[in-house]
């Protein structure tokens, strides 16, 4: 079962947080940290899996993440989830992201934060992976987007201020995850033998 | 109302108090459009948990929700059912959720089933009943809910695997239809068919078919085609792999699908991808638990994870290593964790995790490996726990290790290995303080005195409990515990004679609530002498003194300061294995060296160079590795390591215990304290230390040797008895003993020379005088050097001959001269030269031989044929050959030695020399500061064997670096040079 899933930045300023389990808000954000803390000293050449998280439990639980520009997607699983099986998770998720939002950087998670967690609800529910396919995903969303567009109007407004900050010149901000290795035309492993 | 909302999801999420909005959420998910609802929903989701008293108020919106037509509604309102809900409140919407079952649009049914899964989770009994929809849900024509149920049937097989047995056709069915591709291809990922599924659906194949023939022979087909289909080069398609390896492990082993897994487990390890070799040495964690000799062919690539950048990496490997644990690789494993545990003291994630490895290894080990264990292990355990500062992980090791070994000894304690009782009752003595707080003292202090009365518990080990108790009772505790300790001694002292009566005093010391005087320091001098009288064994000597002296300044800190106490004790474990007052050097060296060669094992191999690497520095293990090192050498060394990590795990493998140099293995942490307050504690155990230094070089050495032999020259009438020193350097438990009886003349005339002045040398035989040979020693003469006894050793290639010259200066004629040998393994040969005399000689083992005697000189050569010997010839080398050597040897040993200076000489070159001289070493080159050196043992077991010095001036100190295939050779080198050094 998933744990939690963490997204935070480069800084470790917490991007989005969902937790299965209960922890009390402290811990919450000391789970955080302590986090970011172990997958930010990782290197680039190391494994994608991490062991023994001191606080989220003891040595049955595993982080499992991903680093893309400039958010760490983390995984925080008990020994029943296949370690490569959540790296493709991560993936899944992070293209879905990528198609709802058309070129997701930070500020999408910033100002979208209830998009994001429903689509993250399409997915894991509960603790458990609901759906692994991309394009059901989608639709659900977008069933979702549909009737809100149709309910929408005073909602429009923000929506048009965050495509307008969007559009502002911010050079300290990285103003798109460059994901280099969404498309499906990853180079491929080098064949065993 | 609904960006409010957002905003307060997102202020909570950076950690910002944000309850006040906590009843908007609720009343926006009661109240709300759909769309409202839905933020509303998802706040409520975030914001509260299973026991908050808000959920009360959503539960009739959830109801109302779960009914409504709108089927976004329903999602909405089934994803908030599973990520939360009181327990309490799930017999009210049970039966609407259950009803979702047969909802027509498959999106529902599937978040039904998760949500009924939880309820599962949550209260299982409540769901009892609706198992059989369970089974309709796993039936369904949606791959998509099917997949959900496995959620639910993964965990109920887990539980009780035996109750789903019926279902493991059905499961095989799904999961060959999966590989076969007959799902939608919307379920491929990168052309993968569903592969979180064919996961969901490996891992219940395992547990289905664990330890079950039958079942598992109903999923060898489909297991072997999954095999075969998931060779896609894709991560997902590794992810499958790795499942479908597992559960081959898992279930009834079949050989040819264990071939074929084996082979995918050799494809992870070796690839380059990180991740595939985590998921490797994992997957190897795992099965060499079926079988260890898995691991056998993939030693190198363990060897090399172990040396890995990344730490996950290592702690998996090291992991790996744990299981592999037995008797005959244990040293080397727990150096190998200690090692890691140093390296990454700073790392709070790790150490803890680590250090209980550790300490399980050594619990572990304690009681597998026994009495046949090196006493450094515990040592370097026990030094592990004592030394750092009182720092939290520090003090929850401890406080770990207390609870292990109490309630290790509240079961039986008959089978536990004495030494093992003793590392328990150090820790016990020194760290139950830890536990005062929660725990009666008395506890322990019964445990321990139970212990005492144990008739198995051997004589050294009640030393030490005592030890413990003394020092449980120097803490402030009640006088009737004390009464309780004393009670114990006075038992105890009966039982062993009277050498243990010195433990009275600490005893009624203790009686005195600590509040008694001291013993004067000389008071407290005998004690130790009774200790060591005490103590038969080398390695009891040890520990119990410096035990006792902790328990002194136990006294004198009164226990207020628990970081100076457990410095003492570690600058004290420190120098009962150090053999001289080396700490500050010492330290330096065992690290760096070690570290050099690691990480040379670690090297790229690159061509071969004439500069071989011990002539760098091993004081700069970086330079080291920059500079190349012949090609094969680090390969070899690795192998060397592979071969004791691995020892005793395959048939073929010979089975015996590669010691890794473990003197120079040091702990560091902390040290520069530990010397600090060795300055408080040295007054009182500096005499120890010295006392100790000769027995516990014997111990490390691992077999005893006496240090010279006693030569007893008797003579009837003139000739007194003198003591012979230093023949023979190193002779095992032998003893040889010349009793030459002569019989003079009663007219003996006066002396024509003195016997030193005797050109002896001329009188060696011709085959011996070409070869090298100690300097004449007079043993013995009688008052007016008439007659006068001389040896020397020659150096022949195969043995050491002992030259035994008996020298009469008389005029007048010996008419019989007895020479008794005592030595069995001494092989005798006579020479005699320049005979004119016609005297009987006896000799007593061989009594036939009756030679006639001179009148002037005699001499006999005794060939010893020693069964150990570790005695040494110069080894001619090459420098380069020497690099090769060097890199090839896997028993070392680093120390200082004294530096001998002289007027004329480099410091090095004088030193050198020295040695030469004495122990007849060959230099083979002195470059700047550095200088090597070479030889190799004469006779016995290791006949013909090197051994490799390396020596580097270092400030006004010489760092040596020994090396040799044999273990023992550099300990009992080492122990020569330095004798030879404080002689000069």
């Known amino acids: 079962m998933i744990k939690a899933i963490l997204i935070f930045n480069n800084h470790g300023k917490p991007r989005l947080s969902k937790f299965y389990e209960h922890y009390s808000e402290d811990t919450e954000q000391q789970i955080i940290r302590e986090t970011f803390h172990l997958v930010s000293k990782r290197d680039e050449n190391v494994c994608n899996f991490l062991e023994g998280g001191m606080l989220i439990g003891g040595s049955e639980n595993k982080l499992i993440y991903r680093h893309y520009a400039t958010l760490y997607f983390v995984f925080c699983v008990d020994s029943s989830e296949s370690e490569l099986g959540i790296l493709g998770l991560i993936q899944v998720f992070v293209e879905t992201l990528d198609k709802c939002f058309e070129n997701v950087c930070e500020l999408d998670l910033i100002f979208h934060v209830d998009k994001v967690h429903n689509i993250l609800a399409e997915m894991v529910m509960g603790g458990m992976v609901l759906e692994t396919n991309m394009n059901e995903i989608i639709t659900q969303v977008d069933a979702?987007?549909?009737?809100?567009?149709s309910e929408a109007g005073i909602a429009g407004a923000p929506a048009r201020a965050v495509s307008a900050v969007k559009n502002m010149n911010l050079p300290e901000m990285p103003r798109n995850i460059n994901i280099g290795d969404i498309s499906i035309k990853v180079p491929n492993l080098p064949s065993f033998k | 109302m609904k960006e409010i909302m957002v905003r307060a999801i997102y202020c909570e999420m950076l950690g910002y108090q944000a309850s006040f909005s906590y009843i908007h959420a609720i009343k926006l998910a009661q109240q709300g459009s759909v769309l409202e609802k839905r933020v509303?929903?998802?706040?409520?989701?975030?914001?509260?948990?299973?026991?908050?008293?808000?959920?009360?108020?959503?539960?009739?919106?959830?109801?109302?929700?779960?009914?409504?037509?709108?089927?976004?509604?329903?999602?909405?309102?089934?994803?908030?059912?599973?990520?939360?809900?009181?327990?309490?409140?799930?017999p009210a919407i049970l039966p609407v959720v259950e009803e979702k079952l047969t909802h027509p649009k498959e999106i529902i049914r599937r978040k039904a089933v998760l949500a009924l899964y939880k309820f599962y989770l949550i209260a299982p009994n409540q769901v009892q009943h609706i198992h059989s929809k369970f089974r309709k849900a796993l039936c369904d024509k949606d791959p998509g809910v099917m997949t959900a149920s496995l959620h639910i049937y993964l965990q109920l097989i887990k539980e009780n695997p035996e109750s789903y047995k019926d279902l493991t056709g059905s499961m095989v069915t799904i999961l060959r239809q999966v590989v076969g591709g007959k799902l939608p291809l919307d379920f491929n990922y990168h052309s993968v068919p569903a592969p979180w599924l064919q996961i969901q659906l490996l891992r219940i194949l395992a547990y289905l078919g664990k330890e079950d023939q039958g079942t598992s022979e109903m999923m060898y087909d489909v297991l072997e085609e999954s095999l075969r289909r998931a060779e896609m080069n894709h991560n997902i398609t590794y992810a499958i792999l790795f499942e479908c390896v597992k559960t081959i492990y898992t279930v009834h082993p079949k050989s040819q699908l264990l071939e074929k897994a084996a082979e995918c487990i050799g494809n992870f390890v070796l690839s380059p991808k990180i991740n595939l070799k985590y998921l490797g040495l994992k997957a190897l964690t795992y099965v060499v638990q079926q079988d260890a000799n898995l691991a056998l062919p993939h030693q190198m690539t363990i060897i090399e994870c172990l040396d890995h950048s990344d730490v996950i990496i290592k702690r998996e490997t090291l992991e790996l290593l744990f299981r592999i644990t037995n008797a005959q690789n244990v040293t080397v494993i727990v150096e190998k964790m200690l090692e890691f545990l140093r390296l990454t003291c700073d790392d709070y994630s790790t150490i803890d995790l680590v250090g209980k490895v550790a300490e399980l290894t050594m619990n572990s080990v304690f009681s597998l490996g026994g009495d046949v264990m090196q006493p450094d292990i515990p040592n370097n355990f026990l030094r592990l726990l004592a030394e750092g500062v009182d720092n939290v992980e520090d003090r929850q090791l401890r406080l770990f290790a207390v609870d292990s070994y109490v309630s290790l000894l509240q079961g039986v304690t008959a089978k536990l290995p004495q030494r093992f009782l003793q590392v328990i009752s150090w820790v016990l003595g020194e760290y139950s303080y830890l536990r005062e707080e929660e725990s009666d003292p008395g506890s322990v202090m019964r445990l321990l005195a139970r212990l005492l009365d144990q008739r198995h518990t051997s004589t050294e080990t009640r030393s030490w409990v005592l030890g413990a108790m003394t020092k449980l009772c120097s803490s402030p505790v009640s006088v009737a515990l004390a009464r309780d300790v004393f009670g114990c001694g006075v038992r105890f002292i009966p039982q062993v004679d009277s050498s243990l009566s010195f433990l009275d005093g600490y005893v009624s010391e203790a009686l005195a609530a600590g509040a008694a005087p001291y013993k004067s320091p000389h008071q407290r001098q005998e004690d130790l002498v009774q200790e060591k009288a005490l103590s038969l064994e080398p390695y009891g000597l040890s520990l119990p003194v410096s035990l006792s002296s902790c328990s002194i300044t136990d006294r004198l800190t009164d226990r207020r300061s628990p970081t100076l106490l457990s410095m003492s004790s570690v600058s004290q474990c420190y120098f009962s294995s150090t053999t001289l007052k080396l700490e500050g050097v010492k330290r330096v060296w065992g690290k760096d060296g070690y570290l050099a060669q690691q990480q040379s094992a670690g090297e790229t191999p690159t061509p071969l160079v004439e500069l071989p690497n011990p002539l760098l520095s091993p004081q700069s293990p970086p330079s080291q590795?920059?500079?190349?090192?012949?090609?094969l050498e680090p390969d070899q060394e690795k192998r060397q390591l592979a071969s004791s990590l691995f020892v005793g795990l395959g048939s073929h493998n010979s089975v015996c215990l590669v010691r890794l140099p473990s003197t120079v293995w040091l702990f560091i942490k902390h040290c520069q304290s530990a010397n600090q307050s060795h300055g408080g504690a040295a007054t009182t155990t500096t005499p120890q230390q010295t006392s100790q230094r000769t027995l516990d070089h014997t111990t490390s050495n691992g077999n005893p040797h006496v240090e010279g032999t006693e030569q007893r020259v008797e003579a009837g009438g003139p000739l007194s008895l003198i003591r012979g020193n230093g023949m023979v350097a190193v002779v095992p438990p032998t003893h040889t003993q010349t009793d030459p009886q002569t019989q003079q003349d009663l007219h003996p005339a006066p002396a024509l020379e003195r016997p030193r002045d005797l050109p002896l040398a001329s009188h060696l035989p011709a085959e011996l005088s070409g070869l090298a040979r100690s300097e004449f020693t007079p043993l013995c003469s009688d008052q007016d050097s008439s007659l006068a006894l001389s040896a020397c050793r020659v150096y022949k290639e195969d043995a050491l001959v002992l030259l035994v010259f008996i020298s009469n200066n008389n005029d007048s004629a010996l008419h019989q001269m007895v020479l008794q040998l005592t030595c069995k393994e001494l092989e005798v040969y006579i020479f005699q030269t320049g005979l004119n005399n016609k005297v009987p000689f006896s000799f007593f083992r061989n009594p036939g031989w009756k030679i006639p005697e001179s009148r002037q000189k005699y001499q006999g050569i005794l060939q010893p044929g020693f069964k150990k010997n570790t005695d040494l010839l110069p080894l001619t080398v090459s420098t380069g050959d020497y690099g090769k050597m060097w890199l090839s040897f896997s028993h070392d040993l680093k120390q200082n030695l004294r530096l001998v200076t002289t007027e004329h000489q480099e410091p090095l070159t004088a030193t050198l020399d020295a040695l030469k001289g004495k122990l007849h070493l060959h230099v083979v080159d002195i470059i700047g500061s550095e200088g090597i050196v070479a030889c190799r043992l004469l006779q016995g077991p290791g006949q013909g064997q090197p051994c490799l010095l390396h020596c580097r001036v270092n400030a006004d100190s010489l760092a040596v670096w020994l090396r040799s295939p044999v273990p023992e050779l550099p300990d009992s080198l080492l122990y020569h040079c330095q004798k030879a050094l404080t002689e000069t």
């Open chain 1, 144 to 149: 979702q987007n549909k009737m809100e567009k």
């Open chain 2, 625 to 631: 590795t920059q500079k190349p090192s012949s090609g």
């Open chain 2, 40 to 90: 509303g929903y998802l706040a409520v989701s975030l914001f509260l948990n299973e026991t908050d008293e808000f959920l009360l108020l959503l539960v009739n919106t959830v109801l109302k929700d779960l009914q409504s037509t709108n089927l976004i509604e329903v999602c909405m309102a089934l994803t908030v059912v599973s990520q939360m809900f009181p327990k309490d409140m799930i």
